[in-house]
């Protein structure tokens, strides 16, 4: 049963524009979410996260936004460079330092110069 | 810091042989954690090893299993392989703290392919 699910597997987007990424949970024990970002023959990076105490979070060109009722998380990366094209996972994780990551099963983007 | 590191990089098995893969965590850092990442799917969470022990487990079944050494390095075993096995094996480590959450630094992964 996939418990993080992403949605729209790809999205194409102009250099310098806005890119919207969403992400759905189900499992409502999820404490922590996060975003990772993968390149091909590379393992995924960490990029940014929320916890469920917060409903906002950014880090430069990047911002979570979590909305805890309708278990939903959106990324947004503004603006868009050609060096984000990767795919980008979406993460959840139970409390207390579990660490055990559920994963989305990722979305292409890809930034048109 | 060389960062987790994983071996091998690609590997060709058949039906019903076994594997063992490798990882070396980051330096510091006491928690391995494996996760298979099937074509087109997110990575999947096998098993976590903290303290040579596994602490946590997937979905996975018993041919899967592993080992944590006194250096936190950890090996994965798949026994009787299968064809659905043939997947990216990635390793990711982190530093065992009990906050909210103890940030994940994943390898460049194994490349398994079953024939």
């Known amino acids: 049963d996939q418990q993080v699910k992403q949605n729209s597997p790809s999205l194409s987007v102009q250099e310098g524009r806005i890119s919207i990424l969403n992400c759905d949970y189900t499992n409502s024990m999820f404490d922590y979410f996060l975003w990772y970002k993968k390149y091909p023959a590379e393992g995924p990076t960490f990029l940014i996260s929320i916890s469920s105490i917060k409903d906002k979070n950014e880090d430069g060109r990047f911002t979570v936004f979590l909305n805890k009722s309708a278990k939903h998380l959106s990324l947004h990366i503004v603006p868009s460079q050609p060096g984000d094209s990767a795919v980008y996972f979406c993460a959840a994780s139970g409390k207390n330092g579990n660490n055990r990551l559920a994963f989305g099963k990722g979305n292409q983007v890809v930034v048109i110069p | 810091d060389a960062g987790v590191t994983q071996s091998p990089t690609h590997l060709i098995k058949t039906r019903g042989q076994q594997v063992t893969l490798r990882c070396s965590p980051k330096?510091?850092?006491?928690?391995v954690s494996w996760y298979q990442q099937a074509l087109g799917q997110g990575p999947q969470f096998i098993f976590q090893y903290y303290e040579e022990e596994e602490r946590q487990r997937g979905n996975f079944p018993d041919r899967f299993s592993g080992h944590q050494f006194p250096n936190y390095s950890s090996e994965l075993n798949v026994n009787a392989l299968l064809l659905g096995d043939s997947a990216l094996y990635l390793c990711?480590?982190?530093?065992?703290?009990?906050?909210?959450?103890?940030?994940?630094?994943f390898g460049p992964g194994t490349r398994l392919t079953v024939l």
């Open positions: 990711a480590s982190s530093l065992k703290i009990l906050r909210d959450y103890n940030e994940q630094f």
């Open positions: 330096s510091g850092h006491d928690t």
